[in-house]
């Protein structure tokens, strides 16, 4: 298993570079995006969600002396 710290170095990576490309999707007016753009910004607030409650879940659960990696 890997160790908890890098994993949450990873995921924080990861939310990282969601947020930049969200954040480049949106510096566009609503209107001048595609509709293939509007599906990733989709998929990228879902994904942003999903790594976001991973994180949440790990951090809650080793706060309270419990395996992190129990989900």
Do not use: K, N, Y
């Not at 969200?22 to 001048?32: F, G, K, S, Y």
């Not at 969600?49 to 706060?63: F, I, N, S, T």
């Amino acid at each position: 298993m890997s160790d908890p710290m890098s994993f949450e170095s990873d995921l924080l990576g990861r939310i990282t570079a969601l947020v930049t490309e969200e954040h480049d999707l949106r510096q566009q007016p609503e209107h001048r995006l595609t509709p293939e753009e509007r599906q990733r910004m989709r998929e990228l607030e879902s994904d942003l969600d999903q790594c976001w409650d991973m994180l949440r879940r790990r951090r809650a659960h080793a706060e309270v002396g419990q395996d992190p990696w129990v989900s």
